[in-house]
């Protein structure tokens, strides 16, 4: 598949039946497999073959999905998760333990923040936030002896901001660590982290690859690029015998290819158990097969609605990359030359009463804790998301408090702009 053109894997990636099998990539509703005997099985338990034994690990239906996404990517090996935080926290978990450390963009979503900053903290694991902007030097100055992995989000949600992904990565190798990027809000329709020196991608797939916001998910795709033994004493997890897999270590027998994936589904969804159920992995099938036609109607929406906002007088300010004026314009001409997403923010300039007032008079454009949906919505992170941060923390992530998010989906551009021109007016 991976000759195809991006559009072609959306449709067609990851399943090719057999003859006389289903066109529809089948359910594999099943919590279970059938083995003939105790040594077949034994040898799936000791990683000696490949096969299914319990939905918990793996299930033929979301190992479809996953090499679907892997393609889309261009990454070696895949998997999903329940959700995109499971993704997350698994992409950073298998590579860093108590005592470690990591460098993350401040600018990132509200739940990843939190996960990273306090829950992983309480794991022994701290972190030092750096804002996406950072010079060279500043990022370098952040590392410690103790770092394992750097990460951040191509587009950030809500801020919008956008990565300079080289400069994160090649601070990132020259440090001898990894960067994990959460490409959510392009999708591997805008942007492929992997082709800017990327090396673990992770997606909320509740997001565009679902699109219709039917299902929960997440996705963790590895380049297969970085080089774990030559850092093996950074990557203890990779590079030493697993006791709890019969001392297989990881990076020798499955290579850079497939040692991350290999470790996170072995131990990690072992252990934690946070499988996508083949019911939601199918729906989220569903989606990808119209990506690629999907992704340039919602960034459409988005600048024709941004370029809308921009020029009223009762909007204070607008961010979206796809605006020349946007301080991310230029990054994003270099790594979203086709746009970057449906999303916009923007602050009015009456503040949080004319947020609340704007929010209340949408009809078509629904307030949710949602965004990339077929269906218009919208949100004031600081009162929702975002609000375990102090004012001083929402600056800081670029959200402050006036701030409204808003996700176009993929009605017709005019009935939006009218819908908010109205919602204006009545400010
Ligand atoms: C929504 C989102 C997440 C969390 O994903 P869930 O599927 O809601 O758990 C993580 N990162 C980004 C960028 C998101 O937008």
């Not at 314009?329 to 997403?341: D, R, S, T, W």
Request: hydrophobic share 40%.
């Amino acid at each position: 598949m991976s000759d195809y053109k991006l559009g072609t894997r959306c449709v067609q990636g990851g399943y090719t039946p057999g003859n006389g099998e289903p066109r529809q990539m089948p359910i594999v509703q099943s919590t279970t497999f059938r083995y003939a005997t105790s040594e077949d099985m034994g040898k799936l338990f000791d990683l000696e073959a490949n096969g299914y034994f319990y939905s918990r690990l793996q299930n033929p239906t979301n190992d479809m999905v996953a090499a679907k996404i892997t393609e889309l990517e261009g990454g070696t090996a895949g998997m999903l998760t329940s959700s995109g935080q499971a993704a997350n926290f698994f992409a950073l978990f298998n590579i860093c333990e108590c005592g470690d450390h990591i460098v993350a963009s401040s600018s990132i979503y509200g739940g990843t923040f939190n996960l990273i900053s306090v829950t992983m903290a309480k794991m022994g694991i701290t972190a030092t936030f750096v804002s996406p902007d950072a010079s060279e030097e500043e990022l370098d100055a952040a590392f410690r002896p103790n770092t394992k992995a750097v990460f951040g989000e191509t587009i950030a949600n809500p801020a919008l901001t956008v990565l300079d992904i080289e400069k994160f990565a090649k601070a990132a190798h020259a440090h001898g660590v990894p960067l994990i990027v959460d490409n959510t809000f392009p999708t591997p329709v805008n942007c492929r982290p992997f082709e800017w020196g990327a090396d673990i991608v992770t997606h909320s797939t509740t997001k565009y690859m679902d699109g219709h916001g039917a299902a929960l998910g997440g996705a963790i795709i590895d380049h297969g690029v970085f080089d774990w033994m030559a850092h093996a004493e950074k990557f203890p997890g990779l590079c030493t015998p697993d006791e709890s897999y019969h001392g297989i270590t990881y990076a020798e027998k499955f290579g850079k290819e497939g040692a991350f994936i290999t470790k996170c589904t072995s131990q990690l969804m072992r252990d934690f158990g946070s499988m996508q159920s083949p019911q939601n992995a199918f729906i989220l099938n569903l989606g990808l097969e119209s990506l690629h036609v999907r992704m340039p109607k919602h960034v459409e929406n988005a600048q024709a609605v941004a370029e809308f906002l921009y020029s009223h007088p009762k909007v204070a300010y607008v961010n979206y990359s796809g605006l020349p004026t946007d301080k991310y314009y230029e990054v994003a001409q270099k790594y979203l030359p086709n746009g970057g997403c449906g999303v916009v923010s923007f602050g009015l300039k009456g503040g949080r009463e004319a947020a609340s007032i704007f929010m209340r008079e949408l009809k078509l454009g629904a307030i949710e804790t949602h965004v990339a949906d077929a269906r218009t919505c919208c949100l004031n992170p600081a009162t929702s998301t975002h609000r375990q941060m102090n004012d001083e923390q929402l600056k800081e992530a670029g959200v402050p408090a006036e701030l409204i998010r808003i996700s176009l989906g993929l009605e017709d551009k005019e009935d939006l702009i009218a819908d908010i021109s109205n919602a204006l007016d009545a400010i």
